[in-house]
């Protein structure tokens, strides 16, 4: 598949299944999310591979995460949360893990892990498998981050589900993107040394 057509037909994956990513395809997905953009070549992101018998564990952490959080929760709600780490035969959780004393803005070493987050995506999508990427409430919470190795301060920004697209593909809907682009034509800067900004002089906009 041309790389466009990947970007293009991207879509979130409904239903996984087995087979998950091998050790081969998992280096790939990691080796892509590694070449995600990063300013200062901090390497903010750490990855967490949940397969197998652990996404038991992982479910159990998910669902004690909704009884704190809710603790009138149902047994089926509970339990539908369990059922949630086997969703796909691999979670990736994508972290950020920011360096509060590099120069660069915390922010951007979050977006950095987002973009390594979204590499993946297409990544398993190139590989023949599908993702969803999900975050919910378990993504801010301190038991889950602490059980998963990670600090209060690192942020989770993915838990990616990842495996083998289980039904018939749907072609992608057309997104529209024209509404969210403006044209800048130079609003708010001064035509020549000392001169106002044009939106100070005809009232324009300035952006
Ligand atoms: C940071 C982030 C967090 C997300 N968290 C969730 C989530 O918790 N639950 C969910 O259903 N979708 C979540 N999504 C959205 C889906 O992954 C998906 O992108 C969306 O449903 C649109 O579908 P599409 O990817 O096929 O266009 C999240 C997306 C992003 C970027």
Redesign the pocket.
Known sequence: MQAIDLLLR???AKVLAEPGPDEGALALLLESAARAPDHGRLRPWRFIAIRGASRQRFGELMAEQLRRARPASTAEALARERHKAFRAPLILVVAAVCDPKAKVPQIEQILSA?AA?GNILLAAKALGFNA?????AA?YDETIKAALGLDGNDCI???LYVGTEATEEAP?AR?EWRDRLVEWQGQGLPDQAGAPPRSQRDGSPSG
């Open positions: 991207r879509r979130s987002g987050a969803v990427w999900k975050t919910g993504a920004v993915a838990f992608p997104t």
